[in-house]
């Protein structure tokens, strides 16, 4: 019976000190650049510590703390966390192996979606990378793996070694998104039984994209109000509260032409934003539990933004900064939104819309500084995908043999510590 009551005692005074143990080796993980080697040696401790309080999900975050509180337990003390956007469709993904990665050269075609799928796990695979990244959005193949496959095959890797970090490395402090491809196209038990999927897999954020096109498309600023894109509008509604009815939070990207000479850009962006708001409210959908991403209403070219000097791409950046503000501010009835983050354009196609980084920059500065004025934290988010995280770099030094895979890692850790940098540095 004393041994008993020994070992007992032994194991409760172990079992106390687990958090000094894990806290004992945190300098040395930080240090230890993008290698993982010391996770599994801690796992049993921050296990024990975890087991005290489970990390919250980001619908309790925004659901129990006030927003501001809420935006730096997500996005950081200052903002500088942001989201690695990866929802592009296989096709898509294939494309950019083959033309920007150059893959061709080394690899099979056949084998792109594996070898693709390796490179994205072992990018993940880093705990520096969680100091500047706070959210990733998966596409929804590498999420929703086919049940003729195990969760370790090769295209589910990068969503498991995800979840690994958020488990071991960082607990309630990095968050798992999925783009909904094709909502438009699935009816109300198609979108309710793929967020039940999502659910059970985990995922914090859903994006779901609506794109209204060119302005020949839409025919016009005033085409707005017409029956059919209202009814896209209360779609995109549903499927956010659909979202919320999950406890999942909606991150909506709503895209309108935004290059439109004059004031045609801010008419669509106003609008827009407005009928969408109205539909959120009636859906009953919690404003301070929505993402929301939009282009900037910068209203020139891409030629012409590219002509203008650094001075003036600023200027017009906080300018449209503030507009984009103002307006999401008068839509939601001066209601605060869990979060904001500026589509910078593509980088692809046969005309490029892709803004030039210093306007991308001054855009979300603009946005910044009204919200930290009216709603005490700074709502802009940093979102990059292919343009800067992922840039054709760090697919060729993946190609390029053993080494130069860690140096991909290296190059894509660091390009998101520079977007962090960037977006917490006071504008010149």
């Known amino acids: 019976k004393n041994s008993s009551m020994h070992s007992c005692l032994l194991l409760l005074s172990v079992l106390s000190s687990a958090p000094t143990i894990a806290n004992a080796f945190a300098p040395f993980r930080s240090r230890n650049r993008g290698s993982c080697s010391l996770v599994h040696f ?66 099979s075609a056949d084998a792109f979606a594996s070898e693709r799928a390796s490179m994205m796990s072992h990018l993940y695979d880093n705990g520096r990378l969680w100091e500047h990244v706070s959210m990733v959005a998966f596409a929804e193949h590498y999420v929703l793996v086919d049940d003729d496959f195990g969760e370790e095959t090769a295209i589910a890797k990068p969503f498991v070694t995800f979840q690994r970090q958020r488990e071991i490395l960082s607990p309630g402090r990095i968050f798992g998104g999925v783009v909904l491809s094709d909502w438009e196209g699935l009816d109300n ?84 934003v407005k009928i969408f708001a109205r539909a959120l409210k009636k ?49 939601f009835d001066g209601k605060s939104i869990a979060g904001f983050c500026v589509a910078g354009g593509s980088t692809k196609g046969d005309v490029p819309t892709a803004m030039e980084d210093d306007t991308q920059n001054a855009v979300r500065q603009g946005v910044r500084d009204c919200a930290r004025r009216y709603w005490g934290y700074s709502v802009c988010f940093w979102e990059m995908g292919a343009k800067l995280m992922l840039q054709p770099k760090v697919g060729r030094l993946w190609a390029s043999g053993p080494g130069g895979r860690d140096a991909a890692r290296e190059l894509f850790c660091v390009n998101a510590e520079d977007l962090a940098e960037e977006i917490t540095a006071a504008m010149p």
């Open 42 to 107: 801690m796992s049993t401790a921050e296990s024990a510590d975890m087991s005290k309080s489970p990390p919250m999900s980001m619908w309790q975050i925004l659901g129990s703390q006030p927003p501001p509180q809420a935006w730096t337990t997500i996005f950081g003390e200052n903002g500088e966390r942001g989201e690695y956007m990866d929802g592009y469709s296989e096709d898509a993904m294939m494309a950019r192996c083959a033309e920007d990665y150059r893959w061709a050269r080394k690899f």
């Open 189 to 272: 038990n198609g979108i309710e039984q793929k967020l039940a999927a999502f659910k059970e897999k985990g995922i914090d954020y859903v994006r779901i994209e609506c794109n209204f096109g060119l302005a020949d498309d839409i025919g016009g600023t005033t085409q707005l109000d017409n029956p059919l894109f209202s009814a896209r509008f209360g779609r995109l509604a549903e499927a956010a509260k659909k979202c919320q009815n999950q406890e999942m939070v909606p991150l909506v990207l709503l895209q309108v032409p935004w290059r439109e000479p004059g004031e045609d850009s801010k008419v669509y962006f106003e609008k827009a």
């Open 283 to 331: 859906e009953d959908v919690e404003s301070k539990r929505v993402l929301f991403e939009t282009r900037p209403p910068i209203g020139v070219s891409a030629q012409e933004e590219k002509g203008l000097g650094a001075t003036a791409r600023i200027s017009l950046g906080l300018e449209t900064g503030h507009t984009i503000f103002d307006v999401i501010r008068e839509a």
